[in-house]
């Protein structure tokens, strides 16, 4: 119906858009289930035929009308301009709902959200809005879920400041990368592989592996003691261009060797100056 003639009110609007309702096998009657506007009012959509959704986030009938809804905009004519419209109906408890279903509008993510009173947080320091985020196809579970705490940081020991804060995992993004075709390639090569010789040299290693991440360079070591040559095939895995070599004897010289993996000569230096001789060769 045009809505520079006509206008729904609320029960109206919601049941005649329920195209499986009992209600919409019946022709809508004026002064009952709309009313007639004179003048005609003019709408935001121009020539278009203008559908203004009223609904309330603790209202169960607009939640059991949201399946009808959905198949109806799916069939949508293309003269029709739809358009929900969310309102507290004088429930104060509703207001932060209406106020975030308006701020993400305004960023032109409404058409993102759905409404759903089956979702419960079952953390206790939400004190606000809760949400659950989902692929759009609806394949996977939940990519992250939260919501609005008000006393979680006071509680904590921290300032009183109210918050949004959610948590997420990466099983189901990296499933979700995979299926679309996004899933970034393996991780990329390494620059440097630092290899200790024994358990004792690990301190050093560690010492090292920090010294060249913090000038730049991207640096693996071996998580679990390992002979030098598996440490060196895994360098080889991970395409690093030079492997830093300490052993007991480097350590009393205070010296490690710089290996060039591709050319395998090997080279002694003072530890103090491997970051700055790495740098350069990566740089040449």
């Keep these: 119906m045009k809505f520079s003639r006509w206008v729904g009110n609320f029960a109206a609007v919601l049941l005649v858009l329920a195209a499986g309702s009992a209600f919409a096998q019946q022709a809508p009657v004026v002064g009952r289930d709309y009313t007639q506007l004179n003048p005609p009012q003019s709408t935001d959509s121009g020539n278009k035929i203008e559908v203004i959704e009223f609904f309330w986030y603790g209202c169960p009938h607009c939640y059991h009308l949201e399946p009808a809804l959905k198949a109806w905009l799916k069939k949508k004519p293309a003269d029709v301009e739809f358009r929900p419209v969310p309102g507290t109906f004088g429930a104060p408890q ?20 759905d409404f759903d009173l089956t979702v419960v947080r079952g953390i206790a320091y939400y ?8 692929d759009a196809k609806g394949q996977f579970r939940a990519i992250c879920g939260g919501g609005r705490y008000d006393n979680l940081l006071s509680s904590l020991g921290g300032v009183d400041l109210p918050a949004v804060g959610f948590g997420m995992g990466d099983v189901v993004l990296g499933e979700l990368l995979k299926d679309r075709g996004l ?34 360079i991207r640096v693996e070591y071996a998580l679990s003691l390992q002979p030098v040559g598996k440490q060196l095939k895994l360098a080889d895995a991970r395409e690093a261009r030079f492997a830093v070599l300490i052993g007991p004897d480097d350590r009393a010289k205070e010296e490690v060797v710089i290996k060039d993996l591709r050319t395998k000569e090997q080279t002694s230096l003072p530890a103090s100056s491997v970051a700055e001789e790495l740098k350069r060769r990566l740089n040449t």
Aim: cysteine-free; overall charge negative; aromatic content about 10%.
């Design 127 to 134: 004190t606000g809005t809760v949400f659950e985020l989902f």
């Design 183 to 216: 899933a970034p390639p393996l991780p990329a090569p390494i620059d440097v592989l630092v290899a200790g010789i024994t358990e004792q040299d690990l301190p050093h290693v560690l010492q090292v592996t920090h010294e060249l991440r913090d000038g730049g």
């Design 94 to 113: 509703w207001e932060p709902l209406t106020r975030t279903y308006y701020a993400l509008d305004a960023m032109g993510l409404a058409d993102f959200l």
